[in-house]
């Protein structure tokens, strides 16, 4: 699986962008996806997390409430609406993909997903 993500960019506090993760070489179906982020000289952090439907999703504390994910299988593209966006949020956001059985708990670990995208800044200016 073949992951590319887009959509990120500069952004003032409190605005929004919506990032897409784009699939080729295999279909998203089965797998689980995340995303996750990481700030200058800090470690990756996991963002979300979503199933094969879309039905189940997970979020971190600082995503809760601001964020949502969401998938296309028809499109193999998965979504991160990101709103009410703060300063701490800049970071580049990076997809991942790990295959799992359906019904599986979602991972929050950097660790147990296999595939990753390159990544796309956001910027978010106070």
């Known amino acids: 699986v073949q992951l590319q993500a887009s959509g990120g960019g500069l952004v003032q506090a409190g605005g929004s962008l919506r990032l897409s993760c784009a699939a080729s070489?295999?279909?998203?179906?089965?797998?689980?996806m995340g995303w996750f982020r990481q700030a200058p000289g800090k470690e990756r952090e996991f963002v979300s997390a979503?199933?094969?439907?879309?039905?189940?999703?997970i979020y971190s504390n600082s995503a809760k409430g601001r964020f949502t994910i969401s998938r296309d299988n028809a499109k193999n593209t998965v979504y991160l609406q990101m709103n009410s966006l703060k300063p701490d949020d800049t970071a580049v956001y990076l997809c991942a993909a790990v295959w799992a059985k359906y019904g599986a708990r979602l991972e929050d670990s950097a660790r147990k997903y296999h595939y990753w995208g390159q990544g796309t800044l956001v910027t978010v200016s106070s």
């Open positions: 979503i199933n094969w439907y879309g039905e189940n999703t």
């Open positions: 070489g295999h279909a998203l179906l089965a797998h689980t």
